[in-house]
């Protein structure tokens, strides 16, 4: 003969009307028996939502049809679950643990913190890896189509100089492997933000007419920017960049079935982000590997970095106070937005110094 099923005495409310009917709790097989004075109550044990077990209060259970059981001895409660074989989810056991609560929330954090440091820059570059270049292309062109409307105007530079400058860019270029030279164009502007050269997605590199001036035109420190700017397009930094910024906002996006808005704010988002540290080492490293090749002493690097740096240290001439002077600002304020990612951005520290001084391995 099966032994005894234990019994709990506990309250049972109808759900209905407010009184407490003083019951006796049995499991027996799958079920529930909810024994009154007059007549019984049986309920699957599955169907009823048991309570968590928690330190304090007392222990109540939902009944499917309204009705609640409450018990407020909490020690004969839990003896009554255990002999019963009502195990509780091991789940509700940890979280009484403070000590689990915290090492939970540690790890969290550990793992979030990885998946931003690690394992977004791993996804992006997985993804680029499988996007056709003509994705960059696109992306590169409306870029600069935005760009040229807000920023820029066409280079006064005579023609000659435009094709020098490609030409030794070019003839530096020539001595490296072709597959380590990704397709690229280089295009001059007039702009207001001074010496500075960048790369968008699919090749066009921007060099401003003040970046040529800065350095008298000598092509030497030219390639040396150029080489620096091409290091971005090789890696394909730019479509890394985007594809880490915009991971959240378009998983979102896809999320609620709104891509073209995400697709739209790609070229501002080019604007509004910056090449992460590791990238401007990879582009540095490639500036390096074009130089040596070319035979070009990299400390051309080093000149230019100085040139920026004197340059930065002269005062620009005040803004009047005009609707003129205004509009210059806002210029200059779009102009700061998109200088993330442009050479001037990231000038000398201590370790590109060294680096281009020959002191790297
Ligand atoms: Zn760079």
Redesign the pocket.
Known sequence: MAPMSPVLQATYFDGQSALARPVTLRIVGADLHICQAHGSLVVPVRQVRWPERTRHGQRMADLPDGGMLQCADLAAWDAWCNAAGLREPRLVVLQQSWRWVLATVLTLVLVLGAIYRWGLPMVAHAVVAQTPHTVDEAIGDSALHALDKALMEPSTLASQQQDAIRAAFANALSVLPPDDVPRWNVQFRKSSIGPNALALPGGTILMTDDMVSLVDGDTEVLTAVLA??LG?VKHRHGLRMLVQVSALGTMTSLLLGDFSTALATLPALVGQAH?SRQA?RE?DAHALQVLRTAGIPPKAMVTLFARLEARRHSAPAPVPRDAAGEEAEQRAAKAMAWLGIA?AS?PADAERIAFFSGNAP
Do not use: R, V
Request: no cysteine; net charge negative; aromatic share 24%.
């Open positions: 620096h700017e971005h090449y401007e582009a050479f990231h």
